[in-house]
C-alpha cells in the first residue's frame, strides 16, 4: 500500500522494466513527434506520448488520420475503433503484467498488446473486451474465449490488469480476481505492443473503441496486494 498515496511509478522501483501513460499528465502529450507542440486542449490529437517510467518507451503516431484525440472528464484519450493506435517499442516479456484504466463501448476489442500471428503459436500478450463486453486477455495460446471474466463492461470505467509467469494466469476487473488458470503457450517476446489496438507482427486489428485513461506494463507480474492497491489508486478516474 506504499505507493497508493504517491504514484503508480512506485511499482518500478525495484528495477522493473516497463510503460507508465497517464492521459491527466499534459506534459507528456504533444501533437507533434518531436515534443515541441504541447497537447492543451480536449479534441487535440495526440502525435507522441512520453513514457513515466526510466525506461523512456515512448510511444507514437506519425500518422494524423490514426492518432488518439485528448478529451477531459476525466482526462483520456479516445480511440475511434476503426484504425487509431499508438506505436510502443516495448515487447512483452516472458512474465509480466498489463493493466489499464478504460472505457470500451465494443467487445471484441483490444486496449494494449501484440502476438505473432493467427496460426498455432500466436504468443498473445494483450488486454481487451471479450465478445460478450467481459474483460478478457490473451496470453500464450489463450485469447478472450478462455481469458475472461463474466460481466458486461461495455460503457463502464474498469480497471483491467493481467498477469503472467510464465505457469498461471490471473485477470482482475477492479482488484477482484475474475480469472486464474495454468498458462497455455509463452507470450511473444520480440513484438512491439500497440495502444488503442492490437499488433500482429507489426499489422493492426482489433481496434479499441473508446478512451484509456492509464496504461501500465512491467516485466512481473504484480502480486495481488499491489493488484489492490494500483486498482484503488485508479478507482477515482470515472
Known amino acids: ?36 507542440t504541447p497537447v492543451t486542449a480536449a479534441g487535440q490529437s495526440v502525435n507522441l506520448t512520453l513514457d513515466l517510467t ?33 506505436i510502443t517499442t516495448l515487447s512483452p516479456t516472458a512474465s509480466g503484467t498489463i493493466a489499464v484504466r478504460m472505457f470500451g463501448t465494443a467487445g471484441s476489442t483490444i486496449a494494449l498488446g501484440s502476438q505473432s500471428s493467427f496460426g498455432a503459436s500466436p504468443s498473445r500478450c494483450y488486454i481487451a473486451l471479450a465478445s ?19 460481466n458486461d463492461l461495455r460503457n ?30 509463452a507470450v511473444n517476446t520480440n513484438i512491439p505492443m500497440f495502444v488503442g489496438g492490437l499488433s500482429i507482427s507489426g499489422s493492426a486489428a482489433a481496434f479499441w473503441t473508446g ?18 492497491d494500483l486498482s484503488t489508486l485508479w478507482s477515482t478516474i470515472s
Open 156 to 185: 463502464t470505467w474498469v480497471t483491467g490488469i493481467i498477469t503472467w509467469n510464465g505457469s498461471t494466469v490471473k485477470l482482475y476487473e477492479n482488484g477482484t480476481e475474475v480469472y486464474s488458470a495454468a498458462q497455455d503457450g
Open 211 to 228: 478512451s484509456l485513461a492509464r496504461d501500465l506494463v512491467i516485466n512481473r507480474a504484480l502480486t495481488p496486494a499491489e493488484v489492490t
Open 54 to 86: 526510466s525506461g523512456e518507451n515512448n510511444s507514437t503516431q506519425p500518422n494524423t488520420s490514426f492518432q488518439s484525440k485528448y478529451q477531459t472528464g476525466p482526462d483520456r484519450k479516445v480511440y475511434d475503433g476503426i484504425d487509431d493506435r499508438d
Open 132 to 150: 460478450d463486453g467481459s474483460l478478457g486477455g490473451g496470453i500464450g495460446n489463450d485469447a478472450t474465449s478462455t481469458i475472461k471474466g463474466s
Open 1 to 36: 500500500a506504499g505507493f497508493k498515496q504517491l504514484s503508480a511509478l512506485n511499482l518500478f522501483a525495484g528495477g522493473g522494466l516497463g510503460l507508465l501513460y497517464e492521459a491527466s499528465n499534459l506534459s507528456t502529450l504533444f501533437q507533434d513527434g518531436a515534443g515541441s
